[in-house]
């Protein structure tokens, strides 16, 4: 079974208990994924349970303001509130194909254990997630709902009691367990086949959003905008358009103002290295991961997203949290939709280029819905 090379990046960098398991799920992932009866299985639920096609809404008002026809692809209209969901139903489906009885997750602040919990619930998966102590603590509802939607909800308690910690201890469940246990891998990370089969299961919303847009206005966009935190919407929207002259740009977390110490911009301001099984662009150990949005604080990114950056296929930029905190609220009172603060960084740089650069058609995700935020966003604006 050949691994998915992305130029110098990507791989299997684990210890000798989980190749095996890495293994099998790749030849499962193989033999199943191309089946007619999986595809139409994962079709079905992708329409009747996800809420799929999502639409691509023309933001009239803010395109009208800066002078670009700016298109917003709504993977906020899902159900769960985001992009997350394509990745679960296919890892969910190709579990029980597979013979597995038993799904696993790592969380960080609960977006991507709830996710899962869905999947397992609909499936009739026993669904395990890792969660870090101090994020049970801080993200106590995404832990009810999780718990409500029959999910087990593991608290980590070694290292730093994060994000990280949740991946280690997952994997060694998973290494543990491989006979009956999937790892529901949360984005387009880790060994391989994790960064190449969320990219496929996410890719179906390039393939929409290139469809509508060619009907819409008969031709492609100039340029494609996401936000990248592990980096699976964004390749979701890029991959169907990698052969064609459109122009690929990637919003990271910037940090906080000036304070550059604390970003999350690993392809902006990384280096080279293994982290969580694969080789790939990661922050330096002593600067602090910070983002204003939970789901883009992640120390390292995608190895396919290190490879375009390599070879300059898309290029990526940190947007500060007050740029996406500004482009969060503009959308909002512009166009009466609310963004969650991860997609609100790649709205902020769709802006951007629609005011500094040559693109007359710009496409963005918007991966999820604001929702979640409504706290956040109440703490940084006083609207009375
Ligand atoms: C989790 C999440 C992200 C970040 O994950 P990627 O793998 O980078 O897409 C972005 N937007 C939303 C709404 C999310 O929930």
Do not use: W
């Amino acid at each position: 079974m050949t691994q998915e090379e992305f130029g110098d990046y990507g791989g299997r960098h684990v210890p000798e208990p989980l190749r095996e398991p890495l293994e099998q799920l790749a030849e499962a992932y193989d033999e199943v994924s191309e089946t007619d009866e999986f595809q139409t299985e994962l079709r079905a639920l992708l329409e009747e349970f996800a809420g799929r096609p999502t639409p691509i809404y023309h933001a009239r008002n803010l395109s009208e303001r800066y002078g670009a026809e700016i298109y917003l692809k709504r993977e906020d209209l899902l159900h769960g509130g985001a992009h997350k969901i394509n990745n679960v139903l296919g890892q969910g489906l190709l579990a029980k194909k597979a013979g597995r009885t038993r799904l696993i997750a790592e969380t960080g602040a609960g977006q991507h254990g709830v996710a899962t919990a869905m999947a397992g619930a609909l499936l009739d998966l026993e669904t395990e997630v890792y969660m870090g102590k101090k994020d049970v603590q801080r993200q106590e509802m995404n832990v009810f709902r999780m718990r409500l939607m029959g999910a087990e909800v593991n608290e980590v308690t070694r290292g730093g009691e994060g994000l990280a910690d949740a991946v280690d201890a997952a994997l060694e469940d998973f290494a543990e367990n491989v006979d009956d246990t999937h790892y529901l891998v949360g984005s387009v990370v880790g060994p391989d086949p994790f960064p190449r089969m969320v990219r496929d299961f996410q890719s179906v919303i390039g393939e929409e959003a290139r469809e509508q847009f060619i009907e819409r206005t008969g031709e492609l966009p100039d340029a494609a905008v996401a936000c990248v935190g592990g980096g699976s919407n964004a390749i979701g929207l890029f991959h169907a358009f990698r052969d064609d002259d459109v122009a690929f740009y990637g919003a990271e977390g910037g940090g906080k103002g000036a304070d550059t110490e604390k970003h999350a911009a690993p392809l902006a301001e990384g280096t080279d290295d293994v982290i969580h099984g694969m080789k790939t662009r990661v922050i330096d150990e002593d600067v602090e991961v910070h983002s204003v949005s939970a789901g883009l604080d992640y120390p390292g990114v995608g190895p396919e997203h290190a490879m375009y950056r390599a070879v300059g296929r898309c290029e990526y930029t940190g947007i500060t949290d007050d740029e996406a905190l500004a482009a969060f609220r503009e959308l909002s009172e512009a166009e009466g939709i609310v963004p969650a603060l991860e997609s609100s960084h790649g709205v902020a740089r769709a802006l951007q280029l629609a005011e500094e650069s040559d693109h007359e058609t710009i496409l963005v995700n918007l991966s999820g819905r604001g929702d979640k935020d409504m706290e956040t966003a109440a703490e940084q604006f006083d609207l009375s």
